[in-house]
């Protein structure tokens, strides 16, 4: 599984923590990008970050979703990739 995480300047620090935290405990394994350039935030169609995509499915914009919520999004993704 691949989650991007789209930042900027505002909340970037807590959608990253809040990712990493939410993999923890949902026991799921996944590979973190990262995404701080402005001509890769325009071209996933990041209008407003932060923003999250989780395989190719973008489940975030514009805010920080809660832990809870993107545990259930971990794992409904990763019940579908098996």
């Known amino acids: 599984m691949v989650i ?3 930042v ?3 909340g970037g620090d807590k959608a990253v923590a809040a990712v990493e935290e ?3 405990q949902a026991k ?4 973190i990008e990262v995404v701080d350039d402005l001509k890769e935030l325009m071209k996933a169609g990041v209008m407003s970050p932060p ?3 989780i395989n190719d499915r ?3 914009s514009g805010r920080v979703l809660k ?4 545990v259930n999004w971990l794992v409904d993704a990763a ?3 098996k």
């Open 22 to 24: 939410a993999l923890k």
């Open 67 to 70: 832990v809870p919520d993107l």
């Open 28 to 31: 799921v394994e996944a590979q």
């Open 51 to 53: 923003a999250i995509r």
């Open 8 to 10: 900027s300047c505002c």
């Open 79 to 81: 019940n579908v990739s």
């Open 4 to 6: 991007k995480v789209y």
């Open 58 to 60: 973008m489940v975030a």
